[in-house]
């Protein structure tokens, strides 16, 4: 059975898990710690990062859009109209576009600091960087939250789906970042009804019910975290 290597706040992880939800697949999950360097995960992937999915095969993928791309190629394309990656080469385009704005530009400015700082550290032994958190840190990356989420609205406020008529993997990945925020409490989503349309609509879908379930150790999730109305 194909196995997917992730850690329940990594957005690229959860992106991919979206993936493979929305694509009706069975799977195995591995909850990987990446900063323990395991000599059999980096046999796997040299760079040690996630996610890394093995196929049916036991061939590794690494990186969420190695990943994506890969399982658009080999399932996605008999998936007609529910296909997350779209035939047109524009529209492909710019769901791309919006995969790296969510997975790579709201992953610097935002998510992969306040993930680091308020769940990673706590798990992390001090040799490796864990320990108390960066408050200088975490301030600038809730700093840059508000431009993120207005962005957000504007694609949810003026497309029926963020890039386009339908669902497709721009969503994924921007629910996927947003969904680690929101684990954490760090959106205030009165300020921003359009894409709190738009999240409950993500929320829904029998893809999310597992992301949903995630409990980190040590981090309790924000008391709406789970309820599909917020």
Same mark, same amino acid.
Request: aromatic share 10%; glycine share 6%; proline share 5%.
């Given at each position: 059975?194909?196995?997917?290597?992730?850690?329940?706040?990594? +957005?690229?992880?959860?992106?991919?898990?979206?993936?493979?939800?929305?694509?009706?697949?069975?799977?195995?999950? =591995?909850?990987?710690?990446?900063?323990?360097?395991?000599?059999?995960?980096?046999?796997?992937?040299?760079?040690?990062?996630?996610?890394?999915?093995?196929?049916?095969?036991?061939?590794?993928?690494?990186?969420? =859009? =190695?990943? +994506?791309?890969?399982?658009?190629?080999?399932?996605?394309?008999?998936?007609?109209?529910?296909?997350?990656?779209?035939?047109?080469?524009?529209?492909?385009?710019?769901?791309?576009?919006?995969?790296?704005?969510?997975?790579?530009?709201?992953?610097?400015? =935002?998510?992969?600091?306040?993930?680091?700082?308020?769940?990673? %550290?706590?798990?992390?032994?001090?040799?490796?960087?864990?320990?108390?958190?960066?408050? %200088?840190?975490?301030?600038?990356?809730?700093?840059?939250?508000?431009?993120?989420?207005?962005?957000?609205?504007?694609?949810?406020?003026?497309? &029926?789906?963020?890039?386009?008529?339908?669902? +497709?993997?721009?969503?994924?990945?921007?629910?996927?970042?947003?969904?680690?925020?929101?684990?954490?409490?760090?959106?205030?989503? +009165?300020?921003?009804?359009?894409? %709190? $349309?738009?999240?409950?609509?993500?929320?829904?879908?029998?893809?999310?019910? &597992?992301?949903?379930? $995630?409990?980190?150790?040590?981090?309790? &999730?924000?008391?709406?975290?789970?309820?599909?109305?917020?």
């Amino acid at each position: 059975m194909p196995t997917l290597y992730h850690h329940p706040m990594s +957005s690229a992880s959860r992106f991919i898990r979206l993936v493979l939800g929305e694509y009706g697949f069975e799977y195995d999950l =591995v909850e990987e710690q990446p900063w323990e360097g395991r000599r059999e995960f980096l046999a796997l992937n040299p760079a040690g990062t996630l996610p890394v999915f093995l196929d049916d095969s036991m061939r590794s993928l690494c990186g969420a =859009v =190695v990943i +994506s791309e890969y399982l658009d190629e080999t399932h996605g394309a008999l998936k007609r109209d529910r296909r997350l990656l779209a035939e047109n080469s524009f529209q492909r385009a710019e769901i791309r576009r919006l995969v790296e704005w969510f997975l790579v530009k709201m992953e610097q400015d =935002v998510t992969r600091h306040l993930a680091r700082e308020r769940v990673f %550290k706590l798990q992390m032994p001090t040799a490796q960087g864990g320990g108390a958190p960066d408050s %200088k840190l975490m301030r600038a990356a809730r700093g840059n939250i508000r431009q993120h989420m207005k962005y957000l609205t504007w694609l949810a406020g003026s497309r &029926p789906w963020l890039a386009g008529d339908r669902l +497709s993997y721009g969503d994924l990945a921007a629910a996927a970042s947003i969904s680690v925020l929101d684990y954490l409490g760090e959106i205030d989503w +009165s300020e921003f009804p359009q894409s %709190k $349309d738009w999240y409950q609509r993500i929320k829904s879908r029998p893809s999310f019910r &597992p992301l949903l379930g $995630d409990r980190i150790r040590g981090v309790t &999730p924000a008391s709406h975290y789970a309820d599909l109305d917020f």
